[in-house]
């Protein structure tokens, strides 16, 4: 597949009707927030098994507490880099109707984002898996984990685990507006986790011309990616906006 540019994908958003954006954690890597698979990735450090399950959780809450701390204070440094601030942009444009977010960071929603799907939650909401209570994060003391609710209950962020399911009205969201779209950007993922994965897919079923934003092809690359743009998302999606302005 020939690589695209910045001005085809201009030409595209200036064509389309309704445009998606899916996103993953390579969006937020130049924020300071590691990607999860690949060289520096997170899971190079941590089993995903013995810290990203929900029964690892619940066995062992310290010990997954242990990476959950270093994830929460890389996610407070973090700040939107030109790449969230693009997407915003594009919405403000009327030119992107929405995200689908797989990253917990909050980083769309802190560059002005407004219709962001949070496909696996945000790491900025802490709940009891007691009680349901939402969790003030100012009310928590993070040097004392495991954390626990006043009903005696464990509060975990409030993040989708692996065994865990989508939160059913994300979900609902997510495939709508993937079924809705004509042009769906996929941004930063590697495309390796399901039901995220699969939303490429419904795009594509219904019609939508898929562009993805990646340093490497992934495994959508040869089955559904329509234009292929190789490079880091900020720098791609800045020089695409500036075109569109
Ligand atoms: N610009 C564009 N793409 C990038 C950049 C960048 N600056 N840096 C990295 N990437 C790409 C990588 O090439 C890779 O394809 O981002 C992708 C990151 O892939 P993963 O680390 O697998 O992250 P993601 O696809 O979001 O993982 C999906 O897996 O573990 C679960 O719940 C977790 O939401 C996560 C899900």
């Known amino acids: 597949m020939p690589n695209s540019h910045p001005a085809e994908l201009a030409e595209l958003l200036r064509r389309c009707q309704v445009a998606a954006a899916l996103t993953g954690a390579g969006i937020s890597v130049e924020s300071g927030i590691p990607s999860f698979r690949g060289v520096h990735g997170l899971w190079t450090r941590y089993n995903p098994m013995e810290y990203a399950h929900i029964q690892a959780f619940l066995d062992n809450p310290a010990k997954v507490w242990g990476m959950l701390r270093e994830l929460d204070e890389l996610i407070r440094q973090a700040r939107p880099n030109p790449a969230h601030h693009a997407l915003a942009t594009l919405e403000k444009m009327s030119k992107l109707k929405g995200i689908i977010t797989q990253n917990v ?17 945000n790491a900025r909401r802490f709940v009891c898996l007691r009680c349901r209570r939402q969790i003030d994060p100012a009310t928590l003391d993070f040097s004392q984990t495991p954390l626990y609710c006043s009903c005696g209950g464990l509060i975990k962020p409030d993040i989708v685990f692996f065994g865990e399911e989508i939160p059913p009205a994300a979900n609902r969201a997510a495939f709508d507006l993937a079924e809705a779209c004509d042009l769906m950007l996929v941004i930063g993922t590697s495309a390796a986790v399901m039901p995220a994965n699969f939303l490429p897919k419904a795009a594509k079923n219904h019609g939508a011309v898929i562009v993805e934003i990646n340093l490497e092809p992934t495994e959508l690359t040869r089955r559904f990616t329509d234009y292929f743009l190789e490079g880091s998302a900020s720098q791609i999606l800045s020089e695409t906006v500036a075109l569109l302005k």
């Open 105 to 121: 960071d909050n980083l769309h929603q802190a560059a002005g984002s407004k219709n962001v799907i949070e496909f696996h939650g």
